[in-house]
Each structure stands twice: as structure tokens, then as C-alpha cells.
């Protein structure tokens, strides 16, 4: 299942720096020494015993690791359509210049001389108004549409490669992000060709090491070798990779041809490569055998020598890998092969996740370019412009959304490998992995970009719409308060609720209320008081006081 997925290009099978680039997702399977001696080869043999259950552990054990090389080559391969939009869309050159040519003529060039006559009436209707401001952002609005249908329509390819180009910068991160001690030692060129590879070869000689990998490439051989080779040595040998190398002030010392000198290793790091390639085919190898039959029993013969010979040694070495190679610890394969799948789902979410949404933004630029022409007609005249943003703030949110989730996805990668390569147990770094994604996800937040571009408010309402000043937004306010005051004032005072009062100040007391000292010299209580009430112009209330 994991075959169909596998399409690095022919420099990278040449050379094959990683495991994916030199065989694919070939190797993977998991054969116990006495029940079958090699994948590749399919005999049987019954030297050795097998432990009872060991097979039907075992095959649980394949299964498990099927479906694991099946999700990480979904995930490589859906990465590699979204890394590389030059093999990708290739298929629609053809479609956005017919596309946009024909509704160029079709539509745009006919109902576009419409519109302009439309344009034409109404700026001498605004002419009357003696409006200048509307009347020149009218024309200048026609104009861009114009310029702007016009140019996409000559060169609809071009800009759909000046877009991609532009995309593809942060995905190009992973070469230079992305570690791989494999490559030390090998020279790198951008944009290198086949016949620049053949000079190379024929100068420097065959084992001159060039790494032709892309970034796409490059980030799936670090995924199958973090994933998948590494899970397959924990299920084959029950142990990853462990090594220490020699040291001298600090810096690791190298033999004569340049590679570390190791002082300790394990089974899994010496004799994990040379019995992995026993059990596959590379690219190479499977080109020639493809061509002979007799070059394919020869290559088989030879690998099956191979892994006899590998698994004698690891026999004499290491007698706990060579247990699980036996089959004695089958039901433990089971239980690594079914961490391995859990690391290749949670791996694969986010990953393919971010490669769909990629692959959604080319795919929105594109059909945004055949559908200018349309949008660009009705757009000429600019009360009818709502598409013409609309369309403008999907495409920016496509665009951001690349730009965002190619840099995601590089650092993802990253930092997936570096969780994988830590000595911490393997249910822990399935844990970080399944949480590393959760993160990026919320972080990102991908389903609100697009939609919160499109609605009001969007990129293209702040560069294309009309922006009003803080003088016009003042007076609006003015213009507020003034018509809350006519309100004010249109209130009769019949309507006033009787339970609103005016205050009355110290100088409205009631004539009864008034103390002797507040009243004048002479004035008696009554007659003052009469007094008082007769004279009274100040609307009081005269009464009576009250009779003990």
C-alpha cells in the first residue's frame, strides 16, 4: 500500500542519501529467523524452532507496521504535492490561459464596454453635484480593475509561478533547519540537472556524494528514518540506535576517511543499515533486477547470504536482539509495532492537515485568476465592488495560510525529529507527538483565517474602501448629540411624570415652616402669615397652620 505513495525524483534515487530517497518504503517488513529467513527472498526454513504463538504475534506485528509505513507514505506524499507546486499544478498552465482568455472575450470585453458606459453616465450625473472627490475615485477605481483584469489575463501563468515562488520560500527552510548527518561531506546545489550530476560524478568519481534533494525529500527522509526505520529496529532488534564516539577537547574525533571513531555501540547501530538493506531492494537495485531475472536471483542470493550472516553475528554479540529476531519475544513486536503506529498517527494529523490546507491555498489562487475576468466586469463600477474584495480577501487568506502553515510545517518536522532522536521512553515521545501537534493547532487557529478575511472588515476593505477621518467621525458625533437634544427639547411639560420634582433651594421654605427667627421685625404669626400669602408672588402655597 505504502509503494503507491513513494515518487522521489530520479537524481534522489541515484544517490540516496536517506532510507526514504535509497528504497522507498521497502524493508519494512518483520521476518523471525526460522520461519522465514528474508522478506525478499520468501523461503522458508527449519533450522531453528519457533516459540509457539510467535506467528501469529509476529503477523499482528506486520499489520501493525503496514499500516504505519501506509500513513507516513500518505503524509510524505501529500507534503511532497504541497512542497512542490511546479510538479503539482502543472496541469492548470493550460487551463488559467484558456480559461482566462476565453472569459476575457467573452465576457470582460463585451459586458466590460457596458459597464464603462455605465461609469461614464454616472460621473456626469455626479458632475452635476459639483462632487470632484467621488468622481475621481470612480475613474481610479475603474482604472485599477482594468489594469489589473488586463494584466493577470496576459500573463495568467506567470502569476500564479511569481505566487507560488514567493509560497515556496518557507518551505525551502527544511534544508537548511532540517539536520541530517548523513549529508557531511556532500556538496549541494540548487537547481542542479541531470547532465551537471553526470560531471560531477565523472570529475570527482562515483562516491562523490551530492545531495540533489529538494525540500520535500529532504523532509520525508527525516520522517521515515525518525518514524519509521527507528521504530523498525525497536520491533526487529527490541533496542534503537546507541552509540558514543571519542572524543578529544570536546570534539569527536574521525579516522582517516572522515567518519567518527566509534568506542561503544549497540547491535541496532552496527548491524541495523547492513540488515535492513538485506531485506530490500533499492531503487537502483530494483531498476537492474527489473531488467534480468538472472540479475534478480543473483541479488537475492546475495542478500540472503547477508542475513544469515548478519543475524550469526548479532547471535554471538547481542543475545537479547537476537531473541527478538528469534521470535522468543514475538508478543513484545506486537506491542512496539502498535507504539510505532500511534507515532505515525499522531505524526501524520497535523502533518497532513497542513499539507491539505497548502495544497487548498494554490488551489484558491488559482481558480482566483480564471475567475477574475467575471468578478473584474461587475467590479468596474465601484458601489458594485463587494465581490471584487471578497475575492481579494480570500485569496490574501489562502496566501497567509500558506505562508503560515509551510513555516508550521517545517518547524513541526523539526521538532518532531528532534522528540524522536531523545533517549526518553517511546510512550512518551508518542505522548509529546500527539501534544506537539494539539499546540500547533490551536495555535494557528486555521478555519478562522479564511473565514475572517472574507467577512467585513478584511485586508481589502482597509486598502480598497473608503476610509473616513477623524473630522467626519467627529461631526457624525456632533450631528448625534444634536439630534438627542431636539429629543430633549420636544418633551412637554405636561408629560412630565408627577413624581419628578424640582428641588426646592433654602430660599422656597413654606411660610408655616419659618422659624421666628426668619421672620421680619413686626410681623405677627398670623397676619404675617397672611401677609405673606398675599404677597406672595412667588407661586407659594399658603396653609393655615395647624390649631393645637
Given at each position: 500500500?505504502?509503494?503507491?505513495?513513494?515518487?522521489?525524483?530520479?537524481?534522489?534515487?541515484?544517490?540516496?542519501?536517506?532510507?526514504?530517497?535509497?528504497?522507498?518504503?521497502?524493508?519494512?517488513?518483520?521476518?523471525?529467523?526460522g520461519?522465514?529467513?528474508?522478506?525478499?527472498?520468501?523461503?522458508?526454513?527449519?533450522s531453528?524452532?519457533?516459540?509457539?504463538?510467535?506467528?501469529?504475534?509476529?503477523?499482528?506485528?506486520?499489520?501493525e507496521?503496514?499500516?504505519?509505513?501506509a500513513?507516513?507514505?500518505?503524509?510524505?506524499?501529500?507534503?511532497?504535492a504541497?512542497?512542490?507546486?511546479?510538479?503539482?499544478?502543472?496541469?492548470?498552465?493550460?487551463?488559467?490561459?484558456?480559461?482566462?482568455?476565453?472569459?476575457?472575450?467573452?465576457?470582460?470585453?463585451?459586458?466590460?464596454?457596458?459597464?464603462?458606459?455605465?461609469?461614464?453616465?454616472?460621473?456626469?450625473?455626479?458632475?452635476?453635484?459639483?462632487?470632484?472627490?467621488?468622481?475621481?475615485?470612480?475613474?481610479?477605481?475603474?482604472?485599477?480593475?482594468?489594469?489589473?483584469v488586463?494584466a493577470?489575463?496576459?500573463?495568467?501563468?506567470?502569476?500564479?509561478?511569481?505566487?507560488?515562488q514567493?509560497?515556496t520560500?518557507?518551505?525551502?527552510?527544511?534544508?537548511?533547519?532540517?539536520?541530517?548527518?548523513?549529508?557531511?561531506?556532500?556538496?549541494?546545489?540548487?537547481?542542479?540537472?541531470?547532465?551537471?550530476?553526470?560531471?560531477?560524478?565523472?570529475?570527482?568519481?562515483?562516491?562523490?556524494?551530492?545531495?540533489?534533494?529538494?525540500?520535500?525529500?529532504?523532509?520525508?527522509?527525516?520522517?521515515?528514518?525518525?518514524?519509521?526505520?527507528?521504530?523498525?529496529?525497536?520491533?526487529?532488534?527490541?533496542?534503537?540506535?546507541?552509540?558514543?564516539?571519542?572524543?578529544?577537547?570536546?570534539?569527536?574525533?574521525?579516522?582517516?576517511?572522515?567518519?567518527?571513531?566509534?568506542?561503544?555501540?549497540?547491535?541496532?547501530?552496527?548491524?541495523?543499515?547492513?540488515?535492513?538493506?538485506?531485506?530490500?531492494?533499492?531503487?537502483?537495485?530494483?531498476?537492474?533486477?527489473?531488467?534480468?531475472?538472472?540479475?534478480?536471483?543473483?541479488?537475492?542470493?546475495?542478500?540472503q547470504?547477508?542475513?544469515?550472516?548478519?543475524?550469526?553475528?548479532?547471535?554471538?554479540?547481542?543475545?537479547?536482539?537476537?531473541?527478538?529476531?528469534?521470535?522468543?519475544?514475538?508478543?513484545?513486536?506486537?506491542?512496539?509495532?502498535?507504539?510505532?503506529?500511534?507515532?505515525?498517527?499522531?505524526?501524520?494529523?497535523?502533518?497532513?492537515?497542513?499539507?491539505?490546507?497548502?495544497?487548498?491555498?494554490?488551489m484558491?489562487?488559482?481558480?482566483?485568476?480564471?475567475?477574475?475576468?467575471?468578478?473584474?466586469?461587475?467590479?468596474?463600477?465601484?458601489?458594485?465592488?463587494?465581490?471584487?474584495?471578497?475575492?481579494?480577501?480570500?485569496?490574501?487568506?489562502?496566501?497567509?495560510?500558506?505562508?503560515?502553515?509551510?513555516?508550521?510545517?517545517?518547524?513541526?518536522?523539526?521538532?518532531?525529529?528532534?522528540?524522536?532522536?531523545?533517549?526518553?521512553?517511546?510512550?512518551?515521545?508518542?505522548?509529546?507527538?500527539?501534544?506537539?501537534?494539539?499546540?500547533?493547532?490551536?495555535?494557528?487557529?486555521?478555519?478562522?483565517?479564511?473565514?475572517?478575511?472574507?467577512?467585513?472588515?478584511?485586508?481589502?476593505?482597509?486598502?480598497?474602501?473608503?476610509?473616513?477621518?477623524?473630522?467626519?467621525?467627529?461631526?457624525?458625533?456632533?450631528?448625534?448629540?444634536?439630534?438627542?437634544?431636539?429629543?430633549?427639547?420636544?418633551?412637554?411639560?405636561?408629560?412630565?411624570?408627577?413624581?419628578?420634582?424640582?428641588?426646592?433651594?433654602?430660599?422656597?421654605?413654606?411660610?408655616?415652616?419659618?422659624t421666628?427667627?426668619?421672620?421680619?421685625?413686626?410681623?405677627?404669626?398670623?397676619?404675617?402669615?397672611?401677609?405673606?400669602?398675599?404677597?406672595?408672588?412667588?407661586?407659594?402655597?399658603?396653609?393655615?397652620?395647624?390649631?393645637?
Amino acid at each position: 500500500m505504502a509503494g503507491w505513495f513513494a515518487d522521489p525524483s530520479n537524481l534522489d534515487k541515484s544517490e540516496g542519501i536517506g532510507t526514504y530517497s535509497r528504497y522507498g518504503y521497502a524493508g519494512y517488513q518483520l521476518p523471525m529467523y526460522g520461519s522465514q529467513e528474508a522478506s525478499i527472498g520468501g523461503g522458508c526454513i527449519d533450522s531453528v524452532s519457533i516459540p509457539n504463538g510467535a506467528d501469529t504475534a509476529n503477523a499482528l506485528a506486520n499489520m501493525e507496521f503496514n499500516l504505519s509505513v501506509a500513513t507516513v507514505g500518505a503524509a510524505n506524499s501529500m507534503r511532497q504535492a504541497a512542497w512542490e507546486p511546479d510538479n503539482m499544478w502543472g496541469w492548470s498552465n493550460d487551463f488559467m490561459e484558456q480559461g482566462t482568455e476565453v472569459l476575457y472575450r467573452q465576457i470582460f470585453t463585451v459586458f466590460g464596454a457596458v459597464t464603462v458606459g455605465l461609469i461614464g453616465l454616472y460621473l456626469l450625473w455626479r458632475s452635476r453635484q459639483a462632487d470632484m472627490n467621488n468622481a475621481v475615485t470612480t475613474v481610479a477605481w475603474a482604472v485599477l480593475i482594468l489594469v489589473l483584469v488586463t494584466a493577470v489575463v496576459r500573463w495568467p501563468v506567470k502569476a500564479a509561478e511569481y505566487t507560488d515562488q514567493a509560497l515556496t520560500i518557507g518551505m525551502n527552510l527544511s534544508t537548511v533547519l532540517i539536520n541530517d548527518d548523513q549529508v557531511e561531506g556532500c556538496i549541494r546545489e540548487d537547481g542542479m540537472t541531470q547532465d551537471r550530476y553526470d560531471e560531477l560524478k565523472e570529475l570527482n568519481g562515483e562516491d562523490f556524494c551530492i545531495d540533489t534533494r529538494n525540500a520535500s525529500v529532504v523532509a520525508s527522509d527525516t520522517v521515515a528514518g525518525q518514524v519509521l526505520y527507528q521504530n523498525w529496529l525497536r520491533t526487529m532488534l527490541g533496542q534503537s540506535e546507541e552509540v558514543t564516539f571519542q572524543e578529544r577537547d570536546g570534539e569527536v574525533v574521525e579516522d582517516a576517511e572522515g567518519n567518527p571513531v566509534v568506542t561503544e555501540s549497540n547491535a541496532a547501530y552496527k548491524y541495523g543499515p547492513a540488515l535492513f538493506a538485506a531485506q530490500a531492494f533499492s531503487w537502483r537495485e530494483d531498476e537492474e533486477a527489473g531488467d534480468s531475472p538472472t540479475v534478480r536471483n543473483r541479488l537475492i542470493e546475495e542478500k540472503q547470504e547477508l542475513w544469515r550472516n548478519l543475524v550469526a553475528q548479532i547471535q554471538t554479540e547481542d543475545p537479547e536482539a537476537y531473541a527478538n529476531i528469534s521470535g522468543q519475544r514475538a508478543w513484545e513486536r506486537t506491542g512496539t509495532g502498535f507504539l510505532a503506529l500511534l507515532t505515525a498517527i499522531f505524526f501524520s494529523l497535523f502533518d497532513l492537515t497542513a499539507s491539505i490546507l497548502i495544497i487548498l491555498g494554490f488551489m484558491i489562487v488559482r481558480f482566483a485568476i480564471v475567475a477574475l475576468p467575471i468578478i473584474g466586469t461587475i467590479a468596474l463600477l465601484r458601489p458594485a465592488g463587494g465581490p471584487f474584495k471578497r475575492l481579494v480577501n480570500t485569496v490574501l487568506g489562502a496566501i497567509i495560510n500558506v505562508a503560515i502553515f509551510s513555516l508550521a510545517a517545517v518547524i513541526y518536522i523539526w521538532a518532531s525529529s528532534r522528540i524522536l532522536g531523545t533517549t526518553m521512553p517511546v510512550w512518551l515521545q508518542v505522548v509529546l507527538i500527539g501534544l506537539l501537534g494539539v499546540a500547533a493547532w490551536l495555535l494557528l487557529r486555521p478555519g478562522r483565517r479564511i473565514a475572517g478575511l472574507v467577512a467585513g472588515g478584511g485586508v481589502a476593505d482597509s486598502l480598497l474602501g473608503r476610509r473616513t477621518g477623524e473630522a467626519e467621525r467627529e461631526a457624525e458625533r456632533e450631528r448625534d448629540r444634536e439630534r438627542i437634544s431636539r429629543r430633549r427639547d420636544d418633551v412637554r411639560p405636561e408629560e412630565v411624570p408627577d413624581t419628578v420634582r424640582t428641588p426646592r433651594s433654602g430660599a422656597d421654605t413654606l411660610p408655616e415652616q419659618k422659624t421666628g427667627a426668619d421672620q421680619p421685625a413686626g410681623a405677627g404669626g398670623p397676619a404675617g402669615a397672611s401677609g405673606g400669602g398675599g404677597g406672595s408672588g412667588g407661586g407659594e402655597v399658603y396653609r393655615p397652620s395647624r390649631k393645637e
